[in-house]
């Protein structure tokens, strides 16, 4: 059904709505009057024309070509602006089997997804970047445009599971399993615009011909953007900077409204941030955003310094690997005060630099370290945007500090931890455990030197399955080292144990009056601290109705089934416990029911008197209710006559 949707919708879909201009962009424009074609054509269409939305994300990533970037849009829409949304929607599959019904369905919402990217690549971005001196108002702005190719389009409860009033869907060419809501539903949802994983960019634009080096000026179109927020990250460029900025309504300049952000990420780009509000009636008023970008250094730069908590001079940064990158510190951003934004720069020596050693900062201010041996010295600055650094420079040390290794005992209830310290630290002090997703043994500390130690970690409260060994290593004059070693190592799984409590009398089951059934009690206790299951068998029927309270349990247990499939006593009961992992422990005991075969004071069990009544006793409870169940399973019925 969804290819045939698809190859419909593209017959019917022509552009209603003109390109516009900077100036004049967001205009309210039907969608009706579609005539037939082969293409989708959303010429003119902004994001804003389809989703109503109550607050909506922009991120923007311009690629370092600067001529390509990334956009990713999360829009947010609740109560009866969904119902807008889903109706825009529904409106877009008129003259196809069950669309413009009033009913969006999980086939439209397919089709949307499969032609949202042809669609999307059609529309306006609003944006436009222009070379030179401050530009403001109507220019030949160099505008960006959607890729195709690069496009992916998402939703959140478009078509919400299970609702009230969900249904078949009823076109005779839905897909199997369709089902369809009323437009009309007020569930919020959610609209994603994304990258596809296969592509680097979604949006392109003329190559900036200095790529950044230059005096640029950024504009955006946000009217009728009436709650939005704008992230324009853009590529390294040294000592590139915002140097004006403002919304301008019909061209005048609005001071009152909150100035964008901006602010440098530790990996040396620049990031700018703006809120976007555009006031509900006040159409057709046109409101822009300029930002002017520029090179030229500041007329006053403040120097970084190192603060008071940065490593001091020749500290070691601990890594564990000797080749490849690893993380080793998400504390960098307090080492360097600077108001302009900051990156460590570490310059090693040419032969270190040779075989690999480097370090960077991602935009979350963590430090990456490629080693490129086992260990290497460089010396460090806090350098800012404008290329300031720090006036001292540290000289740090990086490298493995610690080995190991690790393997399971022969019982299988610890890990043989034996770590080493390296010829870069004397001494360590280590503290592991064994880990395994969000469960952890018991933690063993010991000071470990370059002749090694052992240490049995605990899988006490470790599940059956991979575990690694987790913890951390310290020592004076280097940063606190954080490690998880992989050993390959699995615990095994312990069955459960399970047991049956008796009453005085030395019995397993407690009898009721009727005679029909009987109760067991008892506890389960599994060794790997997995959830339990109980199931308790007799006369070739189970029932897991236990009543359990932590490693108690307690079940009552019917014999009727044992009467109607003539089953004598004693009662063979199956009580089984399975854990987690599926293993299995049965605990099969036999229960004697104690009114089988009464018998009465003289020995005699079958003396009855002529008279129907008995000769001093009674028969047993359980004979009664046996007499009974086998009339009923016989389907003897007694009636009174009239």
């Known amino acids: 059904m969804i290819p045939v949707l698809v190859m419909l919708l593209?017959?019917?879909?022509?552009?209603?709505?003109?390109?516009?201009?900077?100036?004049n962009e967001d205009q309210n424009q039907a969608t009706s009057g579609r005539q037939g074609s082969l293409d989708v054509d959303c010429s003119g269409y902004t994001f804003e024309d389809l989703f109503e939305y109550d607050f909506a994300l922009f991120n923007l990533d311009i690629n370092d070509d600067w001529a390509t970037g990334a956009m990713d849009a999360q829009a947010w829409v609740n109560g009866s602006k969904s119902a807008v949304v889903r109706d825009n929607l529904d409106g877009l599959f008129e003259g196809v089997p069950g669309g413009a019904d009033d009913w969006m369905s999980t086939d439209e919402r397919e089709a949307v997804r499969s032609i949202g990217p042809k669609c999307i690549a059609?529309?306006?971005?609003?944006?436009g970047i222009r070379e030179g001196i401050a530009h403001r108002g109507s220019v030949d702005w160099n505008d960006?445009?959607?890729?195709?190719?690069?496009?992916?389009?998402?939703e959140v409860n478009l078509v919400p599971d299970d609702h009230p009033q969900e249904r078949d869907c009823s076109s005779a060419l839905s897909g199997q399993g369709c089902k369809e809501v009323p437009v009309t539903i007020t569930d919020d949802l959610e609209i994603h615009l994304l990258t596809d994983a296969s592509e680097n960019h979604n949006v392109r634009f003329d190559q900036l011909p200095n790529q950044g080096g230059s005096n640029f000026t950024l504009a955006m179109n946000v009217t009728n953007i009436t709650d939005a927020r704008l992230v324009l990250t853009f590529p390294v460029e040294q000592g590139l900077r915002v140097s004006d900025l403002g919304f301008y309504d019909d061209?005048?300049?609005?001071?009152?409204?909150?100035?964008?952000?901006?602010?440098?990420?530790?990996?040396?780009?620049?990031?700018?941030?703006?809120?976007?509000?555009?006031?509900?009636?006040?159409?057709p008023m046109v409101r822009n955003l300029f930002i002017d970008f520029t090179t030229m250094a500041p007329f006053t730069n403040e120097?970084?310094?190192w603060s008071s908590i940065a490593p001091p001079e020749g500290t070691i940064i601990p890594l564990g690997v000797t080749s490849g990158e690893e993380l080793a510190s998400t504390e960098t951003g307090t080492w360097v005060i600077d108001e302009s934004g900051w990156n460590l720069q570490c310059n090693f020596s040419a032969l270190d630099q040779y075989e690999g050693?480097?370090?960077?900062?991602?935009?979350?201010?963590?430090?990456?370290?490629t080693a490129g041996g086992e260990s290497a010295s460089a010396q460090c600055a806090g350098v800012d945007a404008y290329g300031a650094e720090t006036s001292e420079h540290r000289n740090y040390t990086f490298g493995r500090v610690l080995t190991a290794t690790g393997v399971l005992s022969a019982q299988g209830d610890t890990i043989t931890f034996s770590p080493s310290s390296t010829s870069l630290v004397s001494t360590l002090t280590v503290t592991a455990y064994a880990h395994q997703d969000v469960n952890m043994g018991p933690s063993v500390t010991e000071i470990v030197n370059t002749q090694g130690s052992v240490m049995e970690l605990s899988l006490t409260g470790i599940s059956p399955g991979e575990v690694m060994v987790m913890g951390t290593a310290t020592a004076q004059g280097m940063l606190d080292y954080a490690f998880m070693m992989d050993f390959d190592l699995e615990k095994e799984n312990t069955p459960p144990t399970i047991s049956i409590e008796t009453n005085l009398q030395?019995?397993?089951?407690?009898?009721?009056?009727?005679g029909l059934k009987f109760t067991l009690t008892g506890n389960v206790i599994d060794p790997d601290g997995q959830d339990v299951t109980l199931t308790l068998v007799i006369c070739d029927g189970q029932t897991t109705n236990f009543d359990r309270q932590n490693l108690a349990w307690e079940i009552q247990v019917s014999i009727a089934n044992c009467i109607q499939n003539d089953v004598q006593s004693p009662y063979t009961v199956d009580v089984k416990a399975t854990d987690e992992s599926g293993d299995t422990t049965t605990l099969t005991?036999?229960?004697?029911?104690?009114?089988?075969?009464?018998?009465?004071?003289s020995g005699n069990e079958d003396a009855v008197e002529d008279d129907g009544e008995s000769s001093g006793i009674l028969p047993a409870p359980g004979l009664i209710a046996t007499l009974l169940i086998g009339l009923v399973a016989a389907g003897w019925v007694s009636r009174r006559q009239d």
């Open 589 to 601: 005991i036999q229960v004697v029911d104690p009114n089988a075969g009464a018998v009465d004071d």
């Open 10 to 23: 593209l017959s019917i879909l022509t552009p209603s709505i003109e390109t516009s201009t900077l100036e």
């Open 122 to 127: 059609d529309m306006e971005t609003r944006l």
């Open 357 to 369: 050693w480097s370090v960077r900062m991602d935009e979350d201010a963590s430090l990456f370290v």
């Open 251 to 283: 061209g005048v300049l609005q001071d009152e409204l909150a100035a964008p952000v901006s602010e440098f990420l530790p990996d040396g780009r620049l990031r700018v941030v703006a809120d976007v509000d555009y006031p509900l009636g006040s159409y």
């Open 506 to 514: 030395g019995q397993e089951a407690e009898w009721e009056l009727d």
């Open 303 to 305: 120097v970084p310094v």
């Open 144 to 154: 960006l445009e959607f890729v195709e190719d690069g496009i992916a389009l998402d």
